[in-house]
């Protein structure tokens, strides 16, 4: 069953935990100010959970507008990876707006449903500039891995919730013409 609408699944509470000590740890391990798990909205990326460091700059459940040429926004719209350096030295990202407040390093991925809809993307983001060395991009692509891995069981979850609801609606169905062909033997009879 594929009718399912990927933006009205809810991430658990759990999960959500589970993924808040992810983006604790991939900064706490590579000294990075911020890492994030950003949720695409139809007009909007929502800060879906940030880590909890000290220099982060970003707020949990805080929104921003698509079209205004963000990080993640590229890595959605490529459907790849991207790293920035230097974004000050970069003359296609010097005016990225994540530059107001002071991210000038990035690098990010983006995270899919089983079915092929973009969740939003996993990044982090570094207030000076950053050559990202292969076991912080190993970390980063482990913990992608993790959080793609809960959204299909997410999903798969939603499916069966989905599929639940319409064999229940296919038995209320069943019973009410069982009911009615019972009416029709009892007046015939």
């Known amino acids: 069953m594929d009718n399912i609408d990927t933006g009205n699944i809810n991430i658990q509470d759990d999960i959500g935990q ?31 959970t940030r880590c909890h460091c000290p220099n982060n700059p970003y707020t949990a459940k805080e929104r921003e507008l698509l079209g205004f040429g963000l990080y993640c926004e590229a890595v959605i719209n490529g459907k790849k990876e ?11 990202w010097c005016n990225n707006p994540d530059i107001k407040l002071g991210m000038v390093a990035y690098f990010g991925m983006p995270l899919h449903w089983p079915n092929g809809d973009i969740f939003g993307t996993i990044c982090m983001l ?20 993790i959080i793609e891995t809960d959204l299909n069981k997410v999903y798969q979850q939603a499916q069966l919730v989905s599929e639940n609801k319409e064999l229940l609606q296919r038995l209320d169905d069943a019973k009410s013409e069982f009911k009615k062909l019972q009416q029709q033997l009892n007046q015939n009879v």
């Open 18 to 48: 589970s993924w808040q000590e992810i983006v604790n740890l991939i900064s706490e391990i590579s000294a990075i100010p911020a890492t994030l798990i950003m949720r695409l909205h139809k007009q909007e990326l929502e800060v879906f």
């Open 82 to 92: 991207l790293i920035i350096n230097n974004a000050l030295s970069d003359p296609q």
């Open 126 to 145: 570094d207030n000076q500039p950053q050559q990202f060395d292969n076991p912080t991009k190993q970390l980063l692509r482990r913990f992608h891995n």
